[in-house]
């Protein structure tokens, strides 16, 4: 995957974990505020890892 994949994920991620956060209740039917939390928390620390992995593919893509 190119650099630029990566970090498009990165943003989906959190994107996401900020929609299970805010509204989880509502957009994916979570029993609880709790749940919901928990869920966005889960997603966003993916977000990470997505932007680690995006800066090691452009630090390839430069060398090669």
Same mark, same amino acid.
């Given at each position: 995957? *190119?650099?630029?994949? #990566? &970090?498009?994920?990165? $943003? %989906? =991620? $959190?994107?996401?974990? !900020?929609?299970?956060? !805010?509204? %989880? *209740?509502?957009?994916?039917? &979570? ?8 869920? %966005?928390?889960? $997603? %966003?620390? #993916? =977000?990470? *890892?997505? +932007?680690?992995? +995006? *800066?090691? =593919? ?7």
């Amino acid at each position: 995957m *190119t650099s630029s994949n #990566w &970090y498009l994920l990165m $943003i %989906g =991620a $959190i994107f996401i974990a !900020v929609i299970a956060f !805010v509204f %989880g *209740t509502i957009v994916f039917n &979570y029993e609880s505020e709790q749940q919901a939390r928990e869920v %966005g928390i889960f $997603i %966003g620390l #993916w =977000a990470p *890892t997505f +932007g680690m992995l +995006g *800066t090691r =593919a452009l630090i390839m893509e430069q060398k090669s």
